[in-house]
């Protein structure tokens, strides 16, 4: 099977660690992998001083522990309601009594940032909530404006990373990035089942509330200094991660990006020669999202037959491809080959 849906292609040694007897987490030897995580984690985003809280859960859970501890503590949020992901911040907030107002982005579309500014100064909210890139269509956020915005205005930031980190140049220090979360599922290339959320220095020193028993901050953070959880984490994922990011920084974060960025540049090559539509205003890294011109509703499932699967969405004809995983340029045009046949039919 090949999947261009996320994770991506994992390798066979990778995937292999999981399938061995699942070892005791309560060790010396765990906790030193788990400060190692953190380490090159850390490295990878930019984060120099800052802590990583390892969850075991899905991204959407340690989006959740941010609204409880963090957002919650703040008071007030403005969010970027920009797709399916940003809209559950939305939710989230809603779902905890948290006063937020959200701009609501079309589909694909980028943030008028001037309107962002005026709106975000009338609101004056203490936390911004934004995705880095809406997965649901393709769409890359502009961070580096968001940020000006929210240092001119004293107001924290927070952004999901989930689908941008690995795939996009991404420094917390240098964007001034309280907040991110990630998950094991996407850049880092692994299973599912694993939520990271990064601290700054300055974010791990605020206050938080203590609203939820499992995803306290200051438990997690203290359990965090001698490199453990509160609870059973996903253990076999830990350990993936670790060798994952031990090939990153030997590999080199920017030469993963980079290749990514590649990948995405030839994928949408093929959608013009192919006449399908990209229609993000600033395509992401992570993903090509793009519309097919015929057959799309029997597009997954004969991808299917041939063994293949990419990532569907609610809206008729669009499809989206990862660029995440270890998968190549070839197999990119294999896949557009086996897209054209299907249309064809």
């Not at 503590?73 to 006063?99: K, M």
Request: glycine share 8%; proline share 3%.
């Amino acid at each position: 099977m090949k999947t261009y849906a996320f994770p991506g292609i994992i390798e066979d040694d990778i995937l292999a660690i999981a399938a061995q007897q699942i070892p005791y987490m309560r060790t010396a030897w765990f906790s030193q992998l788990m400060k190692e995580n953190e380490r090159m984690l850390l490295d990878a985003i930019g984060c120099r001083d800052g802590k990583v809280m390892f969850f075991t859960s899905s991204g959407t859970g340690a989006m959740e522990a941010i609204v409880e501890n963090f957002v919650a503590a703040r008071g007030s949020a403005y969010i970027i309601d920009g797709g399916t992901f940003g809209h559950r911040w939305v939710e989230l907030c809603r779902y905890h009594g948290v006063e937020h107002k959200a701009m609501q982005v079309p589909f694909a579309c980028d943030i008028d940032y001037d309107l962002l500014d005026r709106e975000v100064a009338e609101f004056a909210p203490k936390v911004f909530l934004c995705q880095h890139h809406e997965t649901s269509s393709g769409q890359l956020f502009n961070l580096k404006r968001i940020s000006e915005i929210c240092r001119k205005y004293g107001v924290c930031l927070v952004v999901d990373v989930i689908s941008s980190f690995l795939a996009e140049e991404l420094n917390m220090d240098e964007l001034g990035i309280d907040v991110a979360v990630t998950s094991s599922q996407k850049g880092l290339n692994l299973p599912p089942g694993a939520a990271l959320v990064f601290l700054s220095a300055k974010a791990a020193g605020m206050e938080s509330l203590h609203r939820n028993y499992y995803f306290d901050f200051q438990d997690n953070l203290e359990n965090l200094k001698r490199g453990q959880t509160p609870f059973s984490p996903a253990t076999t994922i830990f350990m993936q991660i670790h060798e994952r990011m031990s090939r990153n920084m030997q590999k080199g974060i920017g030469n993963i990006i980079a290749e990514t960025h590649a990948k995405a540049l030839h994928f949408r090559e093929l959608c013009r020669k192919n006449g399908w539509t990209v229609p993000a205003q600033c395509p992401a890294n992570a993903i090509t999202g793009f519309f097919v011109q015929k057959n799309a509703d029997i597009l997954f499932t004969e991808l299917q037959k041939r063994g293949v699967f990419v990532m569907p969405s609610g809206k008729p004809g669009f499809m989206r491809v990862s660029h995440m995983g270890c998968d190549t340029i070839q197999d990119l045009d294999e896949l557009a080959q086996m897209i054209v046949e299907i249309e064809n039919l």
